[in-house]
DNA sequence: CAGTGGTCTAGACCACGGT
DNA sequence: CCGTGGTCTAGACCACTGC
């Protein structure tokens, strides 16, 4: 009976939030009722309901009792405050990645801000950066450490205008499942940051610094993030 | 059967969250399992995995197929961009509310960050000013909006260490549900904020433009922050 | 009033981790 | 291998919204 090994309820919901984003749906709109859906999709209310409580958890919808499913507005800043990368919003044509620094082995460093394991400090950490452009703009500048276990020929691998978070599932079967950050607002660190984010030494940036959780146990990706705001506020849900 | 109108689930969420954050259970402890807890407490499955949902989704633990659910670390910033207001973190001991501007009827603003309805444009709106201290240092600003629809006396309630959510609930029957909201880091905007806030002209801030969605059909609460994040960053899950 | 989402029960089978 | 969490079924009753 399994589908594919994709759960029905995550089916659904990519189903519907594709509809949504595609503006099948509009804001405003009510979707088909869980019952509904239940009979369109031959599953079972408990189902259908995780489906929807997917979409309300991501923003998509927004529930009430006695009227239904209402789909909400999509947001306009950059959805990197939840999950899924940086690619939810703005709408994928005018987000752009470049690699800067091309992953490499290199010892953590001595400043790192999370504690790491004895296994993360023994197995030492892959370096990259990343530059995220919209409409041709530098606007996030991502540093990221990953800790050098179990991976093979990672570094080999092209990571333009590719989502870290899609190889890691492709080819080493890593589901990104959350994670935490620390957010600051301070005026641009150093001149290489400056200049790579174009901006002037002392304009205000967005700091993030985070941990992000994966289906490997005690695997972790680490990403310290510089954000130009002036242009797009960062986005998120609560 | 009904056991005073709090859900099952979430009497059993609170439970474990006063656990937890009391130090009953520790960083990397197992939780029971789910049998054990439907046992313990006399529920299905289900019911007690939404608890467990429930704090799964605001961070307090991971879970791990074949493992069990562990108690996550918990955070050291302030948890300002999840839900529960402000409190969640740092211990209530550290944190004072201190009220700027007294609740008032008032114009919108000219140049209000979202767009509102004709109802709420027609009622008018309540406004008042919060400041948030830290160890007795002023951290956040807050300026709140909220539409002047159905709030009998609101103006008289003193907010000073309550939690504005609190008054709602308990007042008006208004449950907070989320919300959305656009960052930003910025130079400190006016010197009336930054006399406030006791930070020099220039220092960068953090600026948080919230919508928050509430219980009562098409009510929302408005709000603009200003954070200083020099000391304390801000804390969230993803 | 009918229809909606909110809560809950009592089971079932599966995939995965630790032993 | 056993116990864990992950998924799913097929019902039930309630609270709320809109008419």
Same mark, same amino acid.
């Given at each position: 009976m399994s589908p594919g090994? #994709?759960? =029905?309820?995550? =089916?659904?919901?990519?189903?519907?939030?594709?509809?949504?984003?595609?503006?099948?749906?509009? %804001?405003?709109? *009510?979707?088909?009722? %869980?019952?509904?859906? !239940?009979?369109?999709?031959?599953l079972t209310r408990p189902t259908v309901r995780k489906s929807l409580?997917?979409?309300?958890? @991501?923003?998509?919808?927004?529930?009430? =009792? $006695?009227?239904?499913?209402?789909?909400?507005?999509?947001?306009? $800043?950059?959805? #990197?405050?939840?999950?899924? $990368?940086t690619t939810t919003a703005i709408g994928k044509e005018n987000l752009e990645t470049r690699t800067i620094i091309r992953p490499g082995l290199s010892p953590w460093p001595d400043d790192f801000p999370f504690s790491l394991s004895d296994n993360?400090? @023994?197995?030492?950490?892959?370096?990259?950066?990343? *530059?995220?452009?919209?409409? $041709?703009?530098?606007?996030?500048? +991502?540093?990221?450490?990953?800790?050098?276990?179990n991976l093979p020929?990672?570094?080999?691998?092209?990571?333009?205008?590719k989502s870290l978070f899609n190889i890691l599932r492709a080819a080493y079967r890593i589901e990104v499942k959350g994670g935490e950050q620390y957010i600051k607002a301070i005026n641009a660190p150093d001149p290489e940051i400056c200049r790579i984010l174009d901006i002037k030494h002392d304009t205000p940036v967005l700091h /993030?610094?985070?941990?992000? +959780?994966?289906?490997?146990?005690?695997?972790?990706?680490?990403?310290? /993030?510089? !954000?130009?705001?002036? +242009?797009?506020?960062l986005y998120g849900i609560f």
């Open positions: 090994n #994709i759960p =029905q309820y995550r =089916q659904l919901y990519e189903t519907l939030r594709r509809h949504i984003v595609d503006g099948l749906y509009r %804001e405003g709109d *009510l979707l088909p009722s %869980e019952n509904e859906l !239940c009979k369109l999709h031959g409580d997917l979409l309300a958890h @991501e923003g998509f919808i927004k529930r009430h =009792q $006695g009227l239904g499913s209402v789909v909400h507005k999509l947001p306009k $800043g950059i959805g #990197i405050l939840s999950i899924s $990368g993360e400090r @023994e197995a030492g950490c892959m370096h990259f950066t990343r *530059l995220r452009l919209v409409n $041709g703009k530098p606007v996030i500048y +991502d540093i990221s450490y990953i800790p050098n276990i020929r990672f570094s080999a691998r092209n990571l333009n205008n /993030l610094q985070r941990r992000i +959780d994966t289906s490997r146990l005690n695997f972790y990706i680490y990403s310290i /993030l510089y !954000c130009n705001t002036s +242009d797009h506020s």
